[in-house]
């Protein structure tokens, strides 16, 4: 399939460049899910074969549904006895970044006890656990399964974490979204009982998912609800998977839930975006939907691109569940299953055009989806410091550097959370931005929390470089096989090279969001930024500019490429020097760029 460009033309026409393949024409990754029994085969086999340290190709493409990647250490040198010392990362499944106090306790144990003895918190608001042994992974993974957490969808041809805005305040809108987000998390959960039968030996967890045990004593019938059929094709004749079928989708599928104006989670960046809409009284009605963000791309391949969601409309609350099942109906039945390069709905979106785009899924719904509804203007907040969650009770954000959760000499971040865990049973939510949210603090305990803190080496929020509190870094080297260099053991020195540059041109106190990816398929979300660090070879990066910083409504734009590390400097000094002489009164960076654009900015 070729991008076409979007025009309006009938939905049956532009129908004609989706194509559904039949079986025999499917690709390798394709007829592997087919055969994989409902992501049972080849892992289970490859698994208890502790012979090797490894899984072959095959399980380890399946082995993602169960939420895991396989790895190796890149700097590690290789002998003929030991080519590779294979270790596997384990991703959990935290719909609403919501983390009890008792998994924290498990995962700081089996990080000690099984992993690299750090945690990664990642860009969708959930826990990484990296170097888990092959031998290891049934006892950790069945352990946090009978904690009543997950690893199952977390990776995978499947709907990803459900992201959420992170601030637990108690306003009815925010509690609608943490509600809707375990709903959503439930209803496009897989269905398989491979998951059980290889990691508890197909014997039931001792403890229930606790989101789906929520959203049930919530009311919700998700299992009626994700088999209700409108007999237009949402539910098909699938006794295992009703919305999955055994090829899934054609590439990972991700939701975002937030309220109006509050765009901490980067919502455009999702298959399909949910805002919470309330009427006048303050009574839930509905959602705005948007569909189609995504940010993967491929180097120098034009048909792949980053791409923000488009407005798709309104929704009733009583028809959101449907809607959302039509959406993901649309793209498992006419999404590229052909080239995975071009898999992501966002590419199904840009080809058709929204109105197409509607109207195919209006085809699965059974009616027209309402007109968007006008709402409040984006902001972006971290939500770092100390905030009332408006329960008497209190939040504190906790910047975390790039996500990792680990002790070092100066900073003993892991022992202090398991401290104030321990101590006063605190449960957390996890940031889109790589941090977490410490809630329900009991005011008279806080000043004891800031004593504990400090004591751990934790920097004030405002004693914090606004860069590092607006930036990401993936993981990258030396465990990502997919890095063409460095991003998150990089991006503490970047950062103080860009302080003192912006110091240098009168920039003193300037904030900028800035990102760094070591390959361009965006894990951190660069091309949202207002600055952005793709790597695109050994030492060199590609550099994004003006993105919006409030993170909506459309992506940033490649200025140039081939930037070598060392030579940041000189590109980035004429750019900040042109924008501290002519930007406009309160004119943020991502802003400024965007009205230059790329000619303006090519300054000698």
Known sequence: MRLAVVVLVPLAAALSVVPKLAKSQLSSIENLK??????????????????????????????????????????????????????????????????????????????????????????????????????????????????????????????????????????????????????????????????????????????????????????????DEMRRDNGRGIVLPDKVEPLYGDRYLPRKFKIGVTVPGDNSLDLYTNDIGCVVITDDKGEHVGFNIMVGGGMGRTHNKENTFARVADHLGFVSKSDTTELLKSILAAQRDHGNRDVRANARMKYLVHTLGIDNFRSLVESYFGKKVEPWREMKDWKYHDWMGWWDQGDGKLFYGLHVDNGRVKDTEELRLKTCLRVLVDKYDLSMIMSPTQSIIIRDIDPKHKDDIVRVMANHGVQKTGDIDPLARLSMACPALPLCGLAQTEAERRMPDLLSRIRTLLNKVGLKNEEIMIRMTGCPNGCARPYMAELAFVGDGPESYQIWLGGSPVLAERTAFPFTSKVKYDDIEATLEPIFSLFAKDRKKFELFGDFCYRIGTDGLEVK
Request: charge should be neutral; aromatic fraction near 8%.
């Open 34 to 223: 087919v055969a994989s029994k409902y992501l049972l085969d080849p892992l289970n086999g490859e698994l208890a074969d502790d012979r090797i340290i490894s899984v072959n190709k095959d399980a380890m493409q399946i082995l993602k549904y169960h939420g895991s990647y396989m790895q190796s250490n890149r700097e590690h040198k290789r002998t003929k006895e030991v080519p590779k010392d294979y270790q596997f990362m384990l991703r959990l499944k935290q719909p609403s970044g919501e983390l009890p106090p008792s998994l924290y306790r498990l995962l700081d144990d089996l990080s000690r006890e099984y992993g690299q003895g750090d945690l990664r918190a990642t860009t969708r608001q959930c826990f990484q656990l990296h170097g888990v042994l092959k031998g290891d992974l049934k006892t950790v993974v069945s352990s946090i399964m009978n904690m009543g957490s997950s690893t199952v969808g977390a990776c995978g041809d499947v709907s990803r974490n459900v992201m959420v805005t992170p601030a637990p305040f108690a306003s009815p809108e925010y509690k609608i979204a943490r509600e809707y987000g375990k709903v959503f998390g439930h209803l496009f959960r897989p269905m398989t009982t491979a998951f059980s039968q290889i990691w508890l030996n197909g014997e039931k967890a001792a403890s229930i998912e606790t989101w789906g045990k929520e959203v049930q004593d919530a009311g919700y019938e998700i299992d």
